[in-house]
């Protein structure tokens, strides 16, 4: 099984799969991008290095028994399941600058998320029956992590527009 965990910056992916029991290989993408150069050129304004996407696919092709964690796993090949984790767009402003990210980064990702700008491209390259949207707003770690091994389990069935935050806009 292949399985990304993706969502916007700040939804709790990091945290929610280092609580998951699984055999899969779990891999953080953004671990990776510096370590194996999967990436094509820095950022400075932002502070980031942009990823090539083609070079992380090619760099999980022919895997199997893998999950991969980051708001561009997504975007790989091959997917059994899209776990697309949500928050409140106004609880994921503070969370991102609680942890040092600058107000108006805050706030772009959190117009990203109100815009289901994820949801959506993992829907259009997975379609809907691929594709399980968790809502983390308010929500302990553990809580997510279960409802994530519950997708694992396959005890959970698919859900892409459970969540809504348009209100934020």
């Known amino acids: 099984m292949r399985v990304a965990v993706t969502g916007t910056p700040g939804t709790g992916k990091t945290t929610a799969t280092e609580l998951l029991d699984t055999d899969l290989d779990v891999e953080h993408l953004n671990d990776l991008v510096a370590s194996?150069?999967?990436?094509?050129?820095v950022d400075d304004a932002r502070g980031s290095k942009?990823?090539?996407v083609d070079a992380?696919?090619?760099?999980?092709?022919?895997?199997?028994d893998l999950l991969?964690?980051?708001?561009?796993?997504?975007?790989l090949d091959d997917l059994d399941r899209v776990v697309v984790l949500r928050c409140e767009p106004g609880e994921l402003d503070d969370r991102l600058q609680d942890r040092g990210?600058?107000?108006e980064k805050a706030g772009e990702n959190a117009e990203s998320e109100a815009l289901d700008v994820i949801l959506s491209?993992?829907?259009?390259?997975?379609g809907r029956?691929?594709?399980?949207?968790?809502?983390?707003?308010g929500r302990d770690p553990e809580a997510v992590a279960s409802d994530v091994q519950?997708?694992?389990?396959?005890?959970r069935g698919p859900s892409a527009g459970d969540v809504n935050f348009t209100d934020y806009l």
Do not use: C, K, M, Q
């Open 50 to 52: 942009v990823v090539d």
């Open 68 to 75: 991969v964690e980051s708001h561009l796993a997504h975007h």
């Open 150 to 155: 519950a997708v694992l389990d396959g005890d």
């Open 36 to 41: 194996e150069g999967l990436y094509n050129e």
């Open 121 to 126: 491209e993992a829907v259009r390259d997975h």
């Open 101 to 103: 990210e600058p107000p």
């Open 56 to 64: 992380a696919r090619a760099y999980f092709e022919g895997r199997d």
């Open 129 to 137: 029956e691929a594709v399980y949207e968790i809502d983390t707003t």
